[in-house]
């Protein structure tokens, strides 16, 4: 079965160049790892005061520490889904296809993206916040378990943070800059699983639709974006992107 059936969106992605795909909490979800909001979200059930700022990293390092090693384990156990590779195979279909995401859990990597712009940083990346130093996830593992308390420190002395983006942190601006130029040069802008609540990625969509880029949202439920949205796709990524994808590669000729 089809997904494109809308004489619109056939026409749009049948002239597109640039192709922008936008994911968010909803893609990971079905690969088995907790979203943020939503019925069941992790802010539903726990305060982003107390675990998702430096104040709180700073003045509760080994509380924080431990929520976010405990994080970083069920990821490592989570594996991409049919979404996350679908999105993969799209990157090869476009003259030019860019992926942009609001998710730190590497999904995308691991299903074979290359170049994902990831605007909140990455789970299973650390460094230090004295002197820089990267740690890998493995080097991670050994430096927390051995901390006293479980306040990992840096050799320097220094404290080691997750590298991802917390509240009332700015995002990495090279990172931001690549996102929205992007965006502005989309002809398709494919909007998945994303609430569109969070800034400023959710002016991403709003902006390629301003530019003249065809909207496609999916998502299972209604957004604050769909009233933007040309073209609404209901539903799991993992389902219909690889629908959505194989429909695509009939319209666009493989670059």
Same mark, same amino acid.
């Given at each position: 079965?089809?997904?494109?059936?809308?004489?619109?969106?056939?026409?749009?992605?049948?002239?597109?160049?640039?192709? @922008?795909?936008?994911?968010?909490?909803?893609?990971?979800?079905?690969?088995?790892?907790?979203?943020?909001? %939503?019925?069941?979200?992790?802010?539903?059930?726990?305060?982003?005061?107390?675990?998702?700022?430096?104040?709180?990293?700073?003045?509760?390092?080994?509380?924080?520490?431990?929520?976010?090693?405990?994080?970083?384990?069920?990821?490592?156990?989570?594996?991409?889904?049919? $979404?996350?590779?679908?999105?993969? #195979? =799209?990157?090869?279909?476009?003259?030019?296809?860019?992926?942009?995401?609001?998710?730190?859990?590497?999904?995308?990597?691991?299903? $074979?993206?290359?170049?994902? @712009?990831?605007?909140?940083?990455?789970?299973?990346?650390?460094?230090?916040?004295?002197?820089?130093?990267?740690?890998?996830?493995?080097?991670?593992?050994?430096?927390?378990?051995?901390?006293?308390?479980?306040?990992?420190?840096?050799?320097?002395?220094?404290?080691?943070?997750?590298?991802? @983006?917390?509240? %009332?942190?700015?995002?990495?601006?090279?990172?931001? #800059? =690549?996102?929205?130029?992007?965006?502005?040069?989309?002809?398709?802008?494919?909007?998945? $699983?994303?609430?569109?609540?969070?800034?400023?990625?959710?002016?991403?969509? @709003?902006?390629?639709?301003? $530019?003249?880029?065809?909207?496609?949202?999916?998502?299972?439920?209604? +957004?604050?974006?769909?009233?933007?949205?040309?073209?609404?796709?209901?539903?799991?990524? %993992?389902?219909?992107?690889?629908?959505?994808?194989?429909?695509?590669? +009939?319209?666009?000729?493989?670059?």
């Amino acid at each position: 079965m089809k997904i494109l059936s809308d004489p619109s969106a056939i026409e749009a992605i049948k002239k597109a160049k640039n192709i @922008v795909a936008l994911t968010g909490a909803g893609i990971s979800a079905e690969s088995g790892i907790p979203t943020f909001r %939503g019925e069941n979200g992790l802010w539903t059930k726990l305060s982003p005061e107390e675990l998702a700022s430096f104040e709180s990293f700073y003045q509760n390092t080994a509380v924080v520490m431990e929520w976010y090693k405990h994080r970083q384990e069920v990821i490592k156990k989570c594996k991409p889904n049919p $979404g996350h590779y679908a999105l993969c #195979e =799209l990157s090869s279909v476009p003259e030019h296809f860019n992926l942009i995401t609001q998710n730190i859990d590497g999904l995308h990597q691991r299903a $074979g993206s290359r170049d994902v @712009v990831e605007l909140h940083g990455n789970l299973l990346e650390n460094y230090c916040v004295r002197c820089g130093q990267k740690y890998s996830i493995e080097e991670f593992d050994d430096v927390f378990n051995n901390a006293m308390n479980h306040v990992p420190r840096c050799n320097c002395g220094g404290l080691i943070r997750p590298n991802v @983006v917390w509240f %009332g942190e700015a995002l990495p601006r090279e990172n931001l #800059e =690549l996102a929205y130029n992007a965006t502005i040069q989309s002809d398709v802008f494919l909007s998945i $699983g994303t609430s569109a609540q969070v800034r400023p990625a959710a002016d991403l969509p @709003v902006l390629a639709k301003q $530019g003249g880029a065809f909207l496609i949202e999916i998502n299972t439920q209604h +957004t604050v974006l769909s009233e933007e949205a040309d073209l609404i796709l209901q539903g799991n990524s %993992g389902e219909i992107l690889p629908q959505l994808v194989e429909d695509i590669k +009939t319209l666009l000729p493989k670059a």
